[in-house]
């Protein structure tokens, strides 16, 4: 098995709309992805291709929530969605709605969402036919 390494030309061109974010910060955002998807020979994604793409997605995920991208998208430090909004000395306020604790981190963004539904595989539980606990 392969251990994936930053490639951050192919990161680039995989997510153009984080160009706000410096070359500089990218190695940081590669290693606090590893903190949520395993990135070495013990990993459940085996196929370094899709763990390499699953670490890009979390990667695009922390820059949207830490910095925003480039089109002013995200990185307003809130957490979850607008749920209300007044104009007369500026009033907002979010709330995650109703989603599962597990999984509403993941949901701030198209890209947490996207790693969440595409690692659903990985969170199923495993059933053996012909096994016999005696």
């Given at each position: ?27 940081f955002?590669?290693d ?66 109703p ?36």
């Amino acid at each position: 098995m392969a251990i994936v390494t930053l490639d951050i030309p192919k990161f680039r061109a995989m997510y153009p709309e984080f160009s706000n974010v410096p070359d500089e910060q990218l190695p940081f955002l590669f290693d606090q992805a590893t903190d949520y998807l395993n990135n070495t020979d013990y990993s459940l994604v085996i196929d370094p291709i899709k763990r390499e793409r699953l670490l890009y997605m979390l990667m695009a995920h922390l820059a949207y929530m830490r910095f925003g991208d480039a089109n002013g998208n995200g990185g307003s430090g809130m957490v979850g969605r607008v749920s209300s909004a007044s104009e007369g000395s500026v009033s907002v306020s979010s709330d995650v709605g109703p989603v599962e604790f597990r999984y509403a981190w993941y949901t701030q963004s198209p890209y947490g969402f996207d790693y969440w539904q595409a690692t659903k595989i990985y969170r199923m539980a495993n059933y053996y036919p012909g096994s016999s606990y005696g």
